[in-house]
Structures are given as structure tokens and as C-alpha cells.
């Protein structure tokens, strides 16, 4: 059983930067493929980015270029910094463990508790 805690959400303006964490526990990190969702009022939880067992990395379309994905097995977290953040990136933010590199949320068997991001405009 992993467990996953994320941590470094908070308030920021529109153009700003934060970094999210998720410390994972409980299980052998290097055999998940580890990813970020989100999900905003109102709407579906959506695929932000994902990081292979081997650092392949694939995000959405709306974040490239402005969110990397990196994990560190020493310390068992994965991170996912976010820069020139606009409002619609709003959302309470999850990363997930997941058995094969994937970035449909039904493949993913572990999930944190989510941290929330509020863009201001």
C-alpha cells in the first residue's frame, strides 16, 4: 500500500510559480510511474503530466511549456513546478501512483489527498 501526501499548494497571481511535492511512503517508488491531475469546481479531474519509472515524461497540452514534471527516488517525491500560472489553472491538484505509464486516472491505483492552487487574475 503506498500512501501519498502532496504538499506546496497555495495562493498566487496570475504569472507566478509554485512548485507542488508528493512524498510517497509505504511501497517501492521505483516500480510506479507517478502523475499529476486536477480537478477544478464543476469539472472532471483532468491528466496534468506524467513521469515513467525511467523519467519519460508526457504532459497536457495546456500546461507545456509552463509546468515540468521530475522525480527524485532518493527522497521517494515527485515534483511538479509550475510557472507563468494563469487562473484556469485553479484547481485542486493530485498526483497518483500507477503500475505503467499512463495518463488516463482510471490506471492509477494510489492517490493523495490533493493540494489546492488558486490563480488569482
Known amino acids: 500500500q503506498v500512501q501519498l501526501v502532496e504538499s506546496g499548494g497555495g495562493l498566487v497571481q496570475a504569472g507566478g510559480s509554485l512548485r507542488l511535492s508528493c512524498a510517497a511512503s509505504?511501497?517501492?517508488?521505483?516500480?510506479?510511474?507517478m502523475g499529476w491531475f486536477r480537478q477544478a469546481p464543476g469539472k472532471e479531474r483532468e491528466f496534468v503530466a506524467v513521469?515513467?519509472?525511467?523519467?519519460?515524461?508526457s504532459y497536457a497540452d495546456s500546461v507545456k511549456g509552463r509546468f515540468t514534471i521530475s522525480r527524485d527516488a532518493a527522497k521517494n517525491t515527485v515534483f511538479l513546478q509550475m510557472n507563468s500560472l494563469k487562473s484556469e489553472d485553479t484547481a485542486v491538484y493530485y498526483c497518483?501512483?500507477?503500475?505503467?505509464?499512463?495518463?488516463?486516472?482510471?490506471?492509477?491505483?494510489?492517490w493523495g489527498q490533493g493540494t489546492q492552487v488558486t490563480v488569482s487574475s
Open positions: 509505504g511501497g517501492t517508488f521505483s516500480n510506479y510511474a
Open positions: 497518483a501512483a500507477a503500475p505503467g505509464y499512463s495518463g488516463d486516472y482510471r490506471d492509477y491505483r494510489y
Open positions: 513521469i515513467s519509472r525511467t523519467r519519460i515524461t
